[in-house]
């Protein structure tokens, strides 16, 4: 049960890099006509003549509104400002793990989820049916706190967790849309899972880049996805997430039904099944927390 929990809190196709568009103008260099007197030798390249010149492409700002427009449009169906704000909350659920599309098990969990200042937060995980193990994630760390005491989650549950941190809805709206730096391109009209969506794809100062894919009938997200390099083998991993069954939660359209995909197959579903927005105990997040059955 444990493993078809953890599946869903961490991350594992190849595929090309993302880059920014841009355009290069050569310089025009002027020549005077005739030979030059043969004692006079040419002179090199003045500083100035040697400039690359960098200009939008035609069309890129439109482009830019077009994406920015979809999002704005996206973020306002989610809720806007009420949705962006959302606090605390308790979830219960089951997720299901997959390995080359088949599954490999089911569990049920409790995750409370404590907001922190500064757009951060905390997550709690409380797995089995005693919710006798359980996950701790802060802005820092991820431990795994057991009967036997407390001890760090595996170094690539915590990179996979913080990875997909930097690329959630939330940070793009908080972070990616936020600065000037971020470039957005509409990819226009596209076909996912049978459904009309609007492509926009973002890229940061850093050359990151990340894809969503909003859904035409109601402007709710249909899917995230980003690429990232591989340490070991060099090359690019995708991460997908899907999100359906949307369900309103004390006034904000949630999905219940989030499918995760990593290079193309089907490694984790995450069920909701009960979800209110309420005040988290911080406490439940101290090093010396209790673990088992408490009250929610």
């Not at 290069?24 to 040697?50: C, D, F, N």
């Not at 730096?181 to 794809?201: C, D």
């Not at 050359?207 to 996805?225: G, K, M």
């Amino acid at each position: 049960m444990q493993g078809a929990i953890s599946v869903w809190f961490r991350s594992r196709s190849r595929a090309a890099v993302f880059g920014a568009i841009c355009v290069a103008l050569s310089p025009v260099l002027l020549v005077a006509q005739g030979k030059p007197p043969p004692q006079q030798q040419q002179q090199p390249p003045k500083r100035e003549e040697q400039i690359i010149v960098t200009q939008p492409r035609p069309g890129e700002q439109i482009d830019q509104a077009k994406a920015r427009a979809a999002l704005n449009a996206m973020y306002n169906a989610l809720g806007g400002e009420r949705w962006l704000n959302r606090g605390d909350y308790v979830l219960k659920g089951h997720t299901s793990s997959f390995y080359k599309n088949e599954p490999t098990g089911v569990g049920e969990y409790v995750q409370y989820h404590h907001v922190l200042p500064n757009n951060q937060w905390e997550d709690r995980i409380e797995l089995t049916k005693k919710r006798d193990i359980v996950q701790i994630w802060t802005p820092a760390e991820g431990v795994e706190v057991t009967y036997r005491g407390r001890k760090p989650l595996p170094k690539e549950d915590q990179q996979a967790y913080f990875r997909r941190i930097r690329y959630s809805l939330d940070t793009i709206a908080n972070t990616w849309l936020t600065d000037p730096k971020t470039l957005l391109i509409y990819g226009g009209h596209q076909v996912v899972s049978r459904r009309e969506v609007e492509e926009v794809t973002l890229i940061d100062k850093d050359n990151n880049a990340v894809t969503v894919d909003i859904e035409l009938s109601n402007h709710y997200p249909l899917r995230r996805v980003f690429k990232f390099r591989n340490e070991k083998y060099l090359d690019f991993d995708e991460d997908v997430e899907e999100y359906s069954d949307w369900h309103d939660v004390d006034g904000i359209p949630t999905p219940y039904v989030t499918t995760r995909y990593f290079n193309g197959d089907m490694v984790a579903q995450r069920f909701v099944e009960e979800m209110h927005y309420k005040p988290v105990d911080p406490a439940l997040f101290a090093p010396n927390a209790p673990i088992g059955k408490h009250k929610d």
